[in-house]
Structures are given as C-alpha cells and as structure tokens.
C-alpha cells in the first residue's frame, strides 16, 4: 500500500439525499491513507447529522460548518486551507468513486512525476442508476492552458487531484457562484508549466439530477462565456473563438 497520504474536498449543502453514498465510496477506498474535509455551506436539512454519525465511528472525516451560506469556491477554499497533506482529491457530495480511485490515481501521478490529473467518469442518475454514458473516457494524454479553453476535456470536478507543492500561492477558487472548479483548472495552468494529464478510466459515478445546471445548456454556455470574459479577462473574439 502506498504511504502517501491524501486531502479530500467535499462541499456540502442541503446534501442528505446523497452525502451518506458520498461518504461510504470514499472510507471504502483500497488506499486509506486520507482525510475527509466536509465544509458544510449552512445547510436547512439533516446533511449534519448524517456526516456526524460518520465521524463519531471514523477520526479520518473532518466537519467545518459555514456559519451562512456562502457557496461552493468559498466552501472549497476553506477546506483546502484546512488540508494537511500535498495531495488533494475533490469529490462533490452527491458523486461517487470507484474503490480503487485514490490507489490508481495516486500511483499514475507518483510513477509518471506529475501534479495534475483527472479520470474519466460515468453519468448516475439520481438513484445512483448509470445513463449508460462514460466521459473523458476516449482521450489520452495531457492538456494544456489552451486546450482546457477549447474544452477538449471535461475535467470533472470530482476526478481531479492535485500535488499542493506545484501550485503554492494559487490554490485559491475564483469567487463565482458557479464554475469555480473550471475556472481554477484554468488558474492552475495558466500560471505554471505544469499540464493536466488523464486516466481514461471511469473512476468517478458522476450524478446528474432533474435540476442540476449541468442538464441546462443554456446556462452552462453562458457560464463558460462569463468564464472567458470576466476571469480569464479575454477579449470579445477570442472568447466568440474559445467558445
């Protein structure tokens, strides 16, 4: 078993449907050698109480509760802050990993000397039931500043983990209420040499529900357009270009 040990991000807000399946994927990890930080952003349900139960019977998971609501960058940010080792792994909490995420990704990054990676992932339903649909399964490689622009990957959230030491002093998500995560992949490689490399293999269960923004594309383009134009700062036809 690998002796690395790995700082989990994990948001929580209004999360009781799903945070117990979030939680459970991860304590039954091959590698587990990690520690969970759930920020709670003031939740009005029971999503507490359910990662309390978890804590009294493992010392691994961590609860910090926002004393307001103040979304997912500011929640994510404060966890990160809280994390006590060099690699950091994020996981929203209603998606799922497949056990062997944290050993295989781990021993990829370690054995091929990187910083950045993400894996593949398959598309649940809101009973945890596959669409039959797999992402950022077909590619290879790695990916650049610009081809994260062009959106040549996906880049889900919850198959992402990072080596702190590359990123010192950038590893802070832009204070928009949706999109961070894109926004920061963004940050991260713009201001280093450092490149996004994939596993093609399904490591995450990634959950689409009936009101997520990811079933709504109008509002997923205008997302990625604010993205261009207010973070990376580009100019009109560069962002008509990217887009």
């Known amino acids: 078993m690998q002796k690395e040990f790995i700082s989990i991000i994990t948001p929580t807000y209004n999360s009781s449907l799903y945070i117990a399946e979030t939680i459970k994927s991860i304590i039954s990890q091959t590698h587990d050698n990690w520690e969970l930080i759930l920020v709670d952003d003031f939740s009005n349900d029971n999503t507490v109480s359910i990662i309390e139960s978890f804590i009294s019977l493992d010392n691994r998971i961590k ?14 940010n404060t966890a990160i802050l809280e994390s006590k080792y060099s690699y950091l792994a994020f996981l929203d909490s209603d998606d799922i990993w ?5 050993e295989k990704q781990l021993f990829f990054m370690k054995s091929k000397k990187i910083s950045f990676s993400f894996t593949g992932f398959k598309i649940i339903d809101y009973k945890s039931k596959s669409t039959g649909k797999t992402v950022d399964t077909k590619q290879n490689g790695s990916f650049s500043y610009e081809d994260m622009l062009t959106k040549k990957a996906t880049l889900g959230c919850s ?16 204070s928009i209420r949706t999109g961070q995560d894109y926004a920061f992949w963004l940050k991260l490689l713009k201001n280093t040499n450092e490149k996004a490399y994939i596993i093609s293999l399904p490591l995450t269960n990634y ?5 997520s923004i990811s079933r709504n594309k109008f509002k997923k383009a205008k997302r990625q357009f604010h993205i261009y134009r207010r973070i990376e700062k580009l100019n009109f036809l560069s962002s008509l270009y990217y887009f």
Do not use: C, D, H, S
């Open 159 to 174: 198959t992402v983990m990072l080596n702190k030491k590359a990123f010192k002093g950038l590893l802070v998500m832009p």
């Open 207 to 211: 959950r689409i529900t009936p009101n």
């Open 98 to 102: 497949v056990k062997e995420k944290l």
């Open 63 to 76: 609860l910090i509760k926002n004393t307001e609501n103040k979304g997912a960058a500011f929640t994510r």
